[in-house]
Nanobody
Framework: QVQLVESGGGLVQTGGSLRLSCVASGRTFSTNGMAWFRQTPGKERARVAAISWKGGSLYYSDSVKGRFTISRDNAKNAVYLEMFNLKPEDTGVYYC??????????????WGQGTRVAVSS
């Protein structure tokens, strides 16, 4: 059974930091692009960061550029999202996802259950 399990969410004050982790099991994702998506109430789930299989290609949404860093450890079958200078608008449920291919483009086939981040003002 393929699983992506996120952790690291929580409540933090504005300006604070969090590090989200996503560990995969059931198969290796070392050759898949990986991404973090965020869903906030009333809005569609949106991709905030993505990383190609070797880490050579990165994507950040404009809203998080310069504050979030995505990384991966293929030996651990894991992907991370370091979030700095958090703002109330970063509040939401963060989902880890695995691309069907090796790049940051295309569709995401596997999803985690999400971890909740709340940023208080």
């Amino acid at each position: 059974q393929v699983q992506l399990v996120e952790s690291g969410g929580g409540l933090v004050q504005t300006g604070g930091s969090l590090r989200l982790s996503c560990v995969a099991s059931g198969r290796t994702f070392s050759t898949n692009g990986m991404a973090w998506f965020r869903q906030t109430p009333g809005k569609e789930r949106a991709r905030v960061a993505a990383i190609s299989w070797k880490g050579g290609s990165l994507y950040y949404s404009d809203s998080v550029k310069g504050r979030f860093t995505i990384s991966r450890d293929n030996a651990k079958n894991a992907v991370y999202l370091e979030m700095f200078n958090l703002k109330p608008e970063d509040t939401g449920v963060y989902y880890c996802a695995a691309n069907s291919g090796s790049s940051i483009f295309g569709s995401y086939e596997y999803w985690g259950q999400g971890t909740r981040v709340a940023v208080s003002s």
